[in-house]
């Protein structure tokens, strides 16, 4: 009976051994792509110039909202009713003004940087495959996604030259 155990073990270890494949895999640290590339320091950049100054307006709007509230709150034993009112009023349309500007802008930032980012992946993923197709390998992961790396599978560095 043992040697049937034995022989039927020894068979499916042989079965298994040849449907064994060796799979070349690389990684890829997606955050160092991210921080490292020039495309996106350029895609950084860009966005910066796009939308700085529309950020400078938002902080300019903080700014003069606080400036009204803290005389508001300062003033407002000392302060006629009419000139009270009319800051309140002040105030209230800063306070609109701002939240419109601010959702606008935070809109556009968004969009622009899903599309923005989405092109970035794609370049990404066609630079992961030249640079594995090179090397022969037959999968690429995201460094955070492995377990355990083998020393020699990073090809971070390679996909950025090669974008």
Request: glycine share 4%.
């Amino acid at each position: 009976m043992k040697k049937i155990v034995s022989l039927a073990a020894v068979s499916a270890a042989m079965l298994l051994s040849v449907n064994v494949v060796a799979l070349s895999v690389g990684t890829v640290d997606m955050e160092k792509v991210v921080t490292d590339s020039p495309q996106a320091k350029a895609i950084k950049a860009e966005m910066e110039k796009k939308f700085g100054p529309d950020r400078t307006k938002v902080l300019e709007m903080g700014k003069t909202l606080r400036a009204d509230v803290q005389k508001y709150q300062k003033n407002q034993t000392v302060m006629n009713k009419k000139d009270l009112d009319a800051l309140q009023k002040k105030i209230a349309d800063e306070q609109s003004s701002l939240r419109d500007l601010q959702s606008k802008v935070q809109a556009e930032i968004s969009e622009e940087q899903n599309k923005k980012m989405d092109e970035f992946m794609a370049d990404v993923k066609a630079a992961a495959q030249k640079v594995a197709k090179k090397q022969g390998m037959e999968l690429v992961l995201p460094q955070r996604s492995a377990i355990y790396v083998a020393e020699g599978s990073d090809i971070t560095q390679k996909v950025i030259d090669s974008m």
